[in-house]
């Protein structure tokens, strides 16, 4: 069982920047998908960004350009860098590991960090 553990999160100004990490503790094999989901008060947890073990990535469409992702295999961590942040990017971020279905089914969460940022 893979566990995860984040750190990064925090309050933030709009227009500020943040950078998140996850690091998996346990068998990180195969190929598998590591990022982020969210969820806001009152609203559905959405996909962030997830990059996959052969670093490619999709991200939500609210991004818009404004996040990047990225992850280190020998340490088992991505990374969230998260810029130009607003408001409504305030919510609780989750990482998540998948490896049994990587395009749709998280096996293992974070605790989740909260992000807030303020106008």
């Known amino acids: 069982q893979v566990q995860l553990v984040e750190s990064g999160g925090g309050l933030v100004q709009a227009g500020g920047s943040l950078r998140l990490s996850c690091v998996a503790n346990?068998?990180?094999?195969?190929?598998?998908?590591m990022g982020w989901y969210r969820q806001a008060p009152g609203k559905q947890r959405e996909l962030v960004a997830v990059?996959?073990?052969?670093?490619?990535?999709i991200y939500g469409d609210f991004v818009k350009g404004r996040f990047t992702i990225s992850r280190d295999n020998a340490k088992n961590t991505v990374y969230l860098q998260m810029d130009s942040l607003n408001p409504e990017d305030t919510a609780v971020y989750y990482c998540?590991?998948?490896?049994?279905?990587?395009?749709?089914?998280?096996?293992?969460w974070g605790q989740g960090t909260q992000v807030t940022v303020s106008s």
């Open positions: 346990g068998p990180v094999f195969g190929f598998n998908g």
């Open positions: 998540f590991y998948a490896v049994s279905d990587p395009y749709n089914a998280p096996d293992s």
């Open positions: 990059m996959y073990s052969d670093h490619t990535s």
